[in-house]
């Protein structure tokens, strides 16, 4: 199924802000220490579907936010997953050569400087939340830093990481799969909506409960299709379902559930993140399809 023409014109114009919010806001190559600098601006540039930056504009739209002070979220959240994947593609954890179509950090710098570019990326992330007004009052701008320091730290992001490589030649049940993907990738997608939807007038807290079971639920769709993606390039290439995840026996919704069920389970949570939505109208326009967008995303 192919997007409405209406929404591709949408997310292409929030891919060009982000990439040129993201030029702006990293600190130019030529200011010492230049290397590392260029290494954080080579992760982070020209590159990317921008998830995350999507959603922080779309629940951002429907609390009528500023779109400079999204872009400035957006870019934050955005380094996050950046700094992650740098890490992520390192010999300690996955050990991967590429990366949205080029080396990977440590393969065209090195080791050292990949790490230094996710350290370096993470802080700046928090710098950009800190330095400029992103919420009307300074409590709600503090609490929107604590919101992405969750998102990103043992709590989140970098807690499902390290329950992910703790999970290397297990079996999982379905409850523990699902504990570990709202973690490592849930939780800045969730984060991403909620700092979206804190960006512009105040939502009651029943509306933002919404939002947050609506990222919950996109957040495990995204992963959901991940698995399914790669198992059926996997399947296009080598002939049989096993890539390097199942090499390196990691569990995966398709290894758990098969490819049929895992797709029934990609359409429920689509059908449940559209209706959770519903009484938010033609407000919430873009984040429905955001929804079917990372649903039906075929790369
Ligand atoms: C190293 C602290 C730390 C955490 C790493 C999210 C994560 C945690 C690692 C990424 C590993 C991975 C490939 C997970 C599968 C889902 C995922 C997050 C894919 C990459 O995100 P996309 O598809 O990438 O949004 P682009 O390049 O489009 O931004």
Redesign the pocket.
Known sequence: MSARPDFVHWMTSIQQRTESALETLLPPASRPPDRLHEAMRYAALG??????PLLVHGAGHLVDADPPRLDRIACAV?LI?????V??DMPC??DDVL??GKPTVHVEYDEATALLV?DALQTRAFELLADAPVADVPADQLAMLALLARA?GSQG??G??AI?LAAVGKQLSRAELEFMHIH??GA?IRAAVLLGARAGHPLPADELERLDHYGKQIGLL??VV?DILDAEADTATLGKTAGKDAEQDKPTYVSLLGIGDAKRHAEELLADACATLAPFGARAIHLRALAEYIARRS?
């Open positions: 590159g990317g579907k921008r998830v995350r955005e997953h950046v700094y992650s994947l890490h992520d954890m996955d990366r949205r996710g990103s992001m970098a499902g990481q992910d490592k990738t800045l995204f992963q991940d790369f």
